[in-house]
């Protein structure tokens, strides 16, 4: 039933887009104005709460409870597993913008500051930091250990529901169906914004390594190859498609990350990353409830609330494969795991790649900001084009976006697959390449209504009905980890006085007992 009723529902959409693009890119920029005008402040209340909730179940007595039996070691090594919750997350999208978002808000930055001043580059990297650090990575967690603790400790399926249908009221219960087939399709718009952005990437990294125009045809061309590729990998399984390309995707990206750093800047990167972090920290609270209300401004709206939206579009997704496959962790090793690590390597990547696109647009006059406004998904490329080993960093770069590429779509072809089949771990190959096609077919379908603004704005509008669900998740978890730490407590006790009473049974005997002659 999920499968039919979540398919059918996207099915109509892709094809609205494809017979009657523009009717499509207009309706959805209709809500995309009603959503961030009436609801901008939900995101921003939402993502930051998720953020203090992640904290305390972090740091608090309930940390220690594990996800699985207590004497199950994890599934994956904490490398593989590290590189493929940051492979799902945002792989495609730190490499699209690790370049491109700074130089953005160099131009064209947050309200107050002037544009193209140091005080809009000391924004431009505080902001980057700001979209792409600790609660966008909240939000994933929170999801991830709402299904884990209900999957791996109350033995229930991999499936959103099984947190909100865990609530006591009666309503509850019901809400299984609306619930996962909400998940598949804010999943479904989510990936396929990604997979539509990583497809602008892989045609501006052909264009410069090869000459291929950059075109809607191309980046068509583009989605169905990929799509193979990705359909191809998630046939494997996790534990060999996923694992490898992903495991090659962080080798990758951390080599070309240090390529730069040592032919960028250097000194000025540390310093950028040094600044940039104590800026964070202090504007941190500022910044999560940031709005405009006394001036007509369209920024925060178009970058802040668009980049909420687009984290919990994919939560549901990148949840349920962060709990696939960390099984056997701690809840306080599985929180610090998915928020505090990408963290710190999201802000490492944009300080070496925002940070060297500063000082050249700056101190060397490389026209980034012209080619940011031009095509905002050649600025990576022409970036390379004025450092040493330029092209060699371009094939090295296209490639790195190829893979994420097909990790993204091999990653989501899994999760909606179980989502959409009950939570079965391991769903037919045949299910998992209907959604591979679905997923590419929503991505074009967007890039033919409107290109990247058509994909933001789906990811906005079908992200905001999901918000009430994480919120019946973290309800849910809450009540849930206090039950079971109360649980284990009690029996430790009891533990202990058996023990006692074993103990005091033997030393009684051992008195009563007369010593031998």
């Known amino acids: 039933m999920q499968l039919i009723i979540s398919a059918g529902v996207i099915l109509l959409i892709v ?35 998720l953020v203090v909730v992640a904290g305390l179940l972090a740091f608090s007595r309930y940390g220690d409870l594990k996800l699985g039996a207590e004497d199950e070691d994890p599934e994956f090594s904490l490398h593989s597993w590290f590189a493929m919750l940051f492979a799902a997350g ?64 109350r033995d229930k399926p991999a499936l959103v529901s099984v947190a909100t249908s865990s609530l006591p009221w009666s309503w509850a219960p019901h809400l299984g169906l609306a619930v996962n087939v909400l998940a598949i399709i804010a999943t479904a718009f989510g990936v396929a914004a990604s997979l539509g952005i990583g497809a602008l990437q892989i045609n501006s990294g052909l264009h410069y390594v090869l000459g291929v125009p950059i075109s809607v045809t191309s980046q068509v061309l583009i989605i169905v190859v990929t799509t193979i590729l990705f359909l191809t990998s998630a046939v494997t399984g996790v534990t060999r498609g996923i694992k490898w390309l992903s495991n090659i995707n962080l080798i990758l990206a951390f080599l070309l990350m240090v390529t730069v750093f040592l032919l960028g800047p250097t000194v000025s990167l540390i310093d950028t990353f040094t600044t940039t972090l104590g800026s964070y920290a202090s504007e941190f609270v500022r910044m999560s409830l940031r709005t405009t209300p006394f001036m007509d401004d369209s920024w925060i709206g178009g970058w802040t609330i668009f980049y909420w939206a687009w984290w919990i579009a994919w939560s549901p997704f990148v949840g349920l494969f962060i709990a696939r496959v960390s099984r056997g962790r701690t809840i306080r090793e599985f929180v610090l795991g998915t928020v505090l690590a990408p963290t710190l390597a999201g802000f490492l990547w944009f300080s070496v790649f925002g940070g060297t696109a500063l000082h050249m647009q700056i101190w060397d006059a490389v026209p980034l900001a012209d080619a940011v406004k031009a095509d905002v998904s050649t600025a990576l490329f022409v970036m390379f084009d004025a450092m040493p080993l330029g092209t060699l960093m371009s094939i090295v770069a296209t490639v790195l976006v190829l893979v994420f590429f097909v990790t993204s779509g091999d990653s989501a072809t899994l999760v909606l697959g179980m989502m959409s089949t009950g939570g079965e771990p391991n769903p037919h190959a045949r299910v998992k390449i209907i959604w591979g096609v679905l997923v590419a077919g929503i991505a074009i379908s967007l890039l033919l209504a409107g290109g990247i603004q058509a994909v933001q704005t789906a990811t906005i509008v079908f992200a905001l009905p999901f918000t009430l669900v994480i919120v019946l998740m973290v309800v849910a978890l809450w009540r849930g980890v206090k039950q079971d730490y109360r649980e284990e407590r009690r029996r430790e006790r009891e533990l202990r006085r058996k023990l006692r009473y074993l103990a005091d049974r033997e030393d009684g005997q051992a008195a009563s007992t007369p010593p031998s002659p």
């Open 15 to 49: 094809m609205w887009g494809i017979i009657a693009p523009q009717s499509l890119g207009s309706i959805f920029d209709e809500l995309l104005g009603f959503i961030t005008v009436t609801f901008g402040w939900l995101y921003l209340w939402i993502v930051l709460g």
């Open 90 to 153: 945002m792989g495609i999208g730190l490499v699209f913008w690790g370049v491109a978002e700074p130089i953005s808000h160099y131009g064209s930055p947050p309200p107050g500051f002037i544009a193209e001043t140091p005080a809009a580059a000391s924004a431009a990297m505080r902001y980057s930091f700001f979209h792409w650090g600790l609660h966008p990575w909240a939000v994933y967690s929170v999801v991830a250990l709402a299904i884990a603790f209900f999957c791996f400790r």
